[in-house]
């Protein structure tokens, strides 16, 4: 990578952490619940990226919901791909209510036809943990925003 690529990746996760810190509604009385997010995404970036989906999030204390995942965002990217039977890691929720919402993205891709995907996404103190394989092309640097919302 030339080092405008490297400075462009590095002010994006700075300012990814900024919105990380934003407060979030929580009680700190009740336990904190794991959910699990299964899903199936694909889309395309060629400097504007966008990406749709949909999965399962199923939580430790019963809960569970059909979702529908949005991934949108800007940078130095372009390609097309498929994440399928992808995995996600919820942490630090206290019911799944709070797993929708808006994630903070930051990242670099590289893939060509089989590629894998993990990342770390925040959305205040909570955590998204997400891994995946699929196809495609992906080269760039990103920042953008990952929705989770009911089905």
């Known amino acids: 990578m030339n080092m405008r690529t490297v400075a462009l990746a590095s002010l994006a996760l ?3 952490t900024a919105l990380a ?3 979030q509604r929580a009680n700190a009385t009740e336990p904190t ?3 699990e997010l299964s899903y ?3 889309g395309w970036s060629i400097i504007y990226k966008q990406a749709e989906g949909t999965g399962m999030v199923t939580c ?3 809960q569970s919901a059909a979702v529908k995942i949005r991934v949108v965002g800007g940078g130095l990217t372009a390609g097309k791909y498929r994440v ?3 995995k996600g890691e919820i942490t630090k929720v206290h019911g799944i209510d709070e797993v929708f ?3 903070v993205q930051a990242g670099a891709e590289a893939g060509v036809v089989k590629s894998a995907q993990a990342q770390v996404l925040t959305k205040g103190t909570i955590s998204l943990a997400l891994s995946g394989t699929g196809q495609g092309i992906d080269l760039g640097v990103s920042v953008g925003k990952f929705t989770i919302s009911r089905q």
């Open 14 to 16: 700075a300012g990814a």
């Open 21 to 23: 810190a934003l407060p």
């Open 33 to 35: 619940v794991k959910c």
């Open 40 to 42: 199936n995404l694909q």
């Open 60 to 62: 430790n204390n019963g």
């Open 84 to 86: 399928e039977n992808g």
């Open 101 to 103: 919402g808006d994630y």
